[in-house]
């Protein structure tokens, strides 16, 4: 059954931008959520990151266009994409990180294409 509930994914143009949400329907805290993505014929990548707490951490190609944020009363974490380049295309994970470990959405496709 799927826990983190991912949305906001789709096609856009390169220069464009995207929102993506991600719910935590688990009903526990966690202590940190973030985002990975993977392209087709590469290593899934990290992202971006946000501790509970509200400490942050991205990856190169996402500083000064992408942003992390949350919402802790809705335990949603979200990606703001700006600027999109088509190299960006990817399935995005969202994940959450429990004392018992660490929790996947189900993905969710970002294509940036003319």
């Known amino acids: 059954q799927v826990q983190l509930v991912e949305s906001g994914g789709g096609l856009v143009q390169p220069g464009g931008s995207l929102r993506l949400s991600c719910a935590d329907e688990?009903?526990?805290?966690?202590?940190?959520m973030g985002w990975y993505r993977q392209a087709p014929g590469k290593e899934r990548e990290f992202v971006a990151s946000?501790?509970?707490?509200?400490?942050?951490n991205y990856a190169d190609f996402g500083k000064g266009r992408f942003t992390i944020s949350r919402d802790n009363a809705k335990k949603t974490v979200y990606l703001q994409m700006n600027s999109l380049k088509p190299e960006d295309t990817a399935v995005y994970y969202c994940?959450?990180?429990?004392?018992?470990?660490?929790?996947w959405g189900q993905g969710t496709q970002v294509t940036v294409s003319s």
């Open positions: 994940y959450a990180d429990f004392y018992s470990g660490r929790m």
């Open positions: 688990t009903g526990f805290s966690s202590s940190a």
């Open positions: 946000m501790s509970r707490g509200g400490s942050t």
